[in-house]
């Protein structure tokens, strides 16, 4: 889930930087979009399983700090993954056009009555994809800091 969101963080840094007579300024939107929404087809999906199994029980080793962190840092990831998802669903569909899906389909618009509503999920996006960029990164450090200094088996548990 987390690699998909590195992915449209930079397609999403590199499409704002482009001039509209660029080759990609209509491609990289659509591309950015669809791929949002499978994102959010398999978080879903995803949340789905992980709300129906059993949590691992924490490593012996781990301390209480520790499950805690992991636990909060698991939900955050979560949460802003739909977040990001949402508002960017909101900004795609905000002008009363709805999302092309890769040609399959198209998802319905959304309309809210704001005053420059696309500045302010714009913003809200970015922020919100900077802090999960920001967030997965020490999470994936601190699996490493388990792994090498540690010694345990947390991220061969992360890995399967």
Known sequence: MVPL???LF???LYMTSLDYYHPWYHAAPWWH?????LTLLLLSIRLSWVLTQRKPVPLSGHRAWETLIAKTTHFLLYLLLI???????FIA???GQGIDFFGLLALPSV???LEDPDDLFG?????????LTVLSLLHALAAFKHHFLDKDAT???MIG
Do not use: D, E, N, Q
Not at 83 to 89: N, V
Not at 123 to 131: E, G, K, N, Q, S
């Open 10 to 12: 930079g397609l999403g």
């Open 33 to 37: 979009k669809s791929i949002g929404m």
């Open 111 to 113: 309309t809210i009555s």
């Open 155 to 157: 991220l061969k548990r």
């Open 5 to 7: 969101a590195w992915g």
């Open 93 to 95: 569909t905000l002008k």
């Open 83 to 89: 977040l990001i998802c949402a508002s960017g669903y």
């Open 123 to 131: 913003r809200f996006h970015l922020w919100l994809a900077i802090i």
